[in-house]
């Protein structure tokens, strides 16, 4: 069996933080060799719960532990000098250096970036913090409900009348370290014939690869969506979790077909042409209605059965497990999404990494070191693979790749467009008959006459850099088509159902098949095996399926979405990673393979803390709102105006003594009962009360600043609609300015890293291709057809550039 992808490279991990640690264990479980810093008597984190009894009357951190597994792990203090000397000679044999460390501390460090560029210009370096090395955010304090709440990630979720709510930690780290991953990885696989190169990524414009649709939404309508409540997802109905007669349903019913699909399986079938529910916008505004009707009837079947006779029915259901229940369906057992972590001498169960390469899938979690326990064992000397800087000269890390793009909406797009960001050439494969849906989910009305397919903003925003072709693949010439940009390819996804492209002849066996070398990428909602590939997913579905509702709000609440349909950028982000260590793979042995990706699978790091105080512990902690297992006090609390929140959060008793004198509340500083962390959880009723006293008086921007300007971690609770005038972001240049056609002048997002020290991400080259708008240019240039032979599948209907039902499509033919 061929070796790990990543076997050949050293990487060195120097900070603490789930984002560093996440990032560093991609690589290490992909069989890199980690090296992990730790100050002396180890990481911070190591003392974060659920603790394991790890034996020797020491305890670890059970989570800390799924994070590091397969480094090893070194102690030394970056203040003397013969310690940094070790790491020094360390960092000269390493391909990777990821640095956790505050951005405002590395520059005056014993090892700042600028030294080490020059005395290791082989050495790529990827610095990980929450708002990156610019802007005026930058030296902010930071936690994760304070990343979430200012990249608009909060402020939707939760009762009508508030507070917003925050989920657990643990969701930032895992989208952050995958963020930094993916460059990191594209300049090490680019090594070989480009210099090293350094990025710094930012968690805050990581986390707004999940908001950016609803940013669409708000910009192309000019308003937000309000918050809706606890128990609704998105702008339809039926969409959220519903009791039924055993366990909870997830359903997000979104097309007219589903609606009809949907009231026929509950046994109300005169439910779906009713015109006051056919449309999404109308059952949205009878949603309580409608409420009324659906409920009782879901309590007759228990989840399961319903969620069973969804299968049948392509809708998009789920079951909305709890973690016993999570961590004992037979699904993710059978494709091994679980398996052991072990420290000291314990060891529990926790998520696999989900980027299952059938040729060289990842290590199945494994051991994780204790601090230092690797400091007697000098790693073997070595030379970078790189043995230059990168410079300007340099092209685009994939440069040169070439992926077929047959992924619509948002989970595949967005794995695409990250390769696309990073140089890579995409080819984006459509039909006139059946468009990328994100261009539009309802065919109805205005959408042909008027080309709203040409007018959605989230497709501009998941599809630049792309070229576009359009081929009926339900015909044998457009089938044939694609073979043979497939044949000369290196990369091929698709998002679509386990069964779509296998009907087409075109499963990942068949397109090996034609090219050996191809990197097949499928992301099904459960993967392409098992009892459940069969089922149809939203990113909402992917969420519910997870567990994540179950451990997010309040108790008592049922399980509570975060509103975001979290499960498309997350399965995006895993999917690009995938692409990546595919072609990581293919350079070491010349083989492409098929990666089979389950986008539930995907969702399980971001609900690890959960799944793993579950397996070790045998419970999972009561839900606690908005309070915090660690800090307090921790909450989202109301400012002066109409619906405006500012989230806070105290992480040690000088913190609490600052947030005293920013309430001018000496009283409450000197009161002794709220000295420690413990005594304030005692009294977090009180402490709330008074911090909502503050806060009332305050505008939010003005709390954060003042806040922040007592180190205190806070930050507003932004709407996605607020982004885009965001001081911080447009300061960092988040915000392209960009002209299209059909859409006029508009803002695009930019990739959440920067390259170098530059103070702005990479210039869009291209935006958004039209239905068809590359098809002479790539028929004529990679296949080599004559304009008469291009001009004869455009009368035939195979390729074109405006959309057409198959109903027009053949009265034409008939005509």
């Not at 990821?98 to 210009?121: F, M, Q, T, V």
């Not at 990524?201 to 940013?215: G, K, P, W, Y």
């Not at 091929?492 to 087409?504: F, G, K, Q, S, T």
């Not at 045998?618 to 105006?641: A, D, E, Q």
Request: aromatic residues 6%; hydrophobic residues 40%; contains cysteine.
């Amino acid at each position: 069996m061929p070796g790990f992808p990543l076997s050949e490279l050293r990487v060195v991990e120097i900070g603490s933080g789930d984002a560093l640690g996440y990032c560093g264990k991609l690589f290490s479980d992909f069989g890199a060799e980690v090296i992990k810093i730790e100050l002396p008597g180890g990481d911070p984190a190591r003392n974060i719960a659920p603790l394991v009894d790890t034996g020797g009357g020491h305890s670890e951190s059970a989570a800390f532990a799924w994070l590091n597994t397969n480094k090893r792990s070194i102690t030394a203090d970056l203040d003397r000098q013969g310690d940094v000397e070790k790491i020094r000679k360390l960092l000269s044999g390493a391909d990777l250096l990821l640095d956790g460390r505050n951005p405002a501390d590395i520059p005056a460090s014993r090892l700042s970036h600028e030294e080490l560029r020059r005395s290791e210009p082989g050495l790529a370096i990827t610095a990980l913090s929450w708002f990156g090395e610019h802007g005026p955010y930058r030296d902010y304090a930071a936690t994760d409900s304070v990343c979430r709440s200012l990249a608009g990630l909060v402020k939707l979720v939760g009762p009508v009348e508030g507070p917003p709510v925050l989920p657990r930690d643990g969701q930032v780290g895992v989208v952050t370290g995958l963020t930094a991953f993916i460059p990191s990885l594209a300049g090490l696989y680019a090594r070989g014939k480009q210099g090293a190169r350094r990025f710094a990524v930012s968690a805050h414009e990581a986390m707004l690869q999940i908001s950016e649709f609803d940013t669409g939404l708000a910009l192309e309508a000019g308003f937000t969506r309000p918050r809706i409540g606890i128990n609704r997802f998105g702008r339809g109905f039926p969409a959220g979790n519903f009791a039924t007669k055993e366990g909870w349903l997830g359903v997000t019913v979104v097309t007219p077909a589903q609606w009809v699909a949907f009231c026929e399986m509950i046994g109300l079938p005169e439910l779906g042409p009713d015109p006051r529910y056919s449309a999404m916008a109308e059952r949205y505004l009878h949603a309580e209605e409608l409420k009324r009707i659906i409920e009782p009837v879901l309590l007759h079947k228990t989840a399961k059965q319903w969620f069973e006779q969804g299968i049948e029915l392509r809708l998009p259901l789920a079951i909305v497990p709890d973690m016993r229940e999570l961590l004992t369906q037979q699904v993710f057992r059978d494709r091994g999404a679980f398996a052991k972590v072990e420290i000291g001498n314990v060891s529990f169960d926790a998520p696999v990494l989900p980027q299952h390469l059938t040729r060289s899938p990842p290590k199945p979690n494994g051991r994780a070191p204790l601090a230092g326990e690797y400091n007697g064992d000098a790693p073997p000397p070595r030379r970078h693979h790189a043995t230059r800087a990168a410079g300007a000269g340099d092209p685009l890390p994939l440069q040169g790749l070439r992926i077929i793009d047959l992924t619509m909406g948002w989970a595949g797009p967005s794995a695409t467009r990250q390769m696309a960001d990073l140089g890579a050439d995409v080819i984006k494969v459509e039909s006139c008959q059946y468009p990328d849906w994100f261009r539009g989910t309802d065919p109805r009305g205005p959408y042909y006459p008027e080309k709203t397919y040409e007018k959605t903003y989230w497709f501009q925003m998941e599809n630049r850099n792309k070229r576009g072709i359009t081929l009926d693949l339900t015909s044998p010439t457009g089938l044939s088509l694609l073979k043979r940009l497939l044949k000369d390819a290196d990369a091929v996804i698709d998002n679509y159902a386990a069964d779509v492209m296998p009907r087409l002849g075109l499963g990942a066996a068949a397109m090996l098949d034609i090219n050996p070398k191809l990197v097949v990428v499928t992301m099904p909602a459960f993967g392409m095996s098992g009892a459940w590939s069969g089922v149809r997913a939203y990113g909402s579905t992917l969420e519910q399926a997870s567990g994540l509702p179950s451990v997010t709000g309040r108790e008592g609440d049922p399980p509570t979405m975060l509103h975001a349909a979290l499960g498309d950028p997350v399965g995006g982000l895993n999917a690009a990673a995938a692409l990546i260590l595919g072609f990581m793979h293919r350079k070491n042995t010349g083989e492409g393979q098929h990666i089979d990706l389950s986008a539930v699978e995907a969702m399980l790091p971001l609900v690890a803390p959960s799944i793993i105080e579950q397996s070790a512990t045998g419970k999972t902690s009561p839900r606690i709102g908005n309070r915090h297992p660690v800090h307090t006090p921790h909450g989202c609390f109301p400012c002066l105006g109409e619906d405006q929140w500012i989230t806070l959060a105290v992480r040690s008793d000088a913190e609490w003594q600052s947030l005293c004198a920013v309430m001018r509340r000496p009283d409450l500083a000197a009161d002794p009962r709220l000295a420690s962390a413990e005594g304030r959880r005692a009294e977090e009723d009180r402490i709330e009360v008074a911090i909502r006293q503050w806060t009332t008086t305050v505008r939010p921007d003005l709390a954060m600043v003042t806040l922040q300007a007592a180190a205190i971690p806070a930050g507003v609770a932004r709407l996605p609609m607020d982004l885009a005038g965001d001081p911080h972001l447009i300061k960092v240049g988040h915000w392209q300015s960009v002209d299209r056609p059909f859409m006029g002048p508009h803002l695009l997002p930019s990739v959440a890293y920067r390259e170098g020290d530059a103070e702005l991400p990479y210039p869009i080259r291209r935006l958004a291709p039209t239905l068809g708008q590359h098809n002479d240019e790539l028929l004529r240039d990679l296949l080599h057809l004559s304009d008469g032979e291009i001009a004869r599948l455009r009368e035939d209907g195979v390729i074109g550039n405006v959309a057409s039902s198959k109903k027009s499509r053949t009265a034409l033919a008939a005509g």
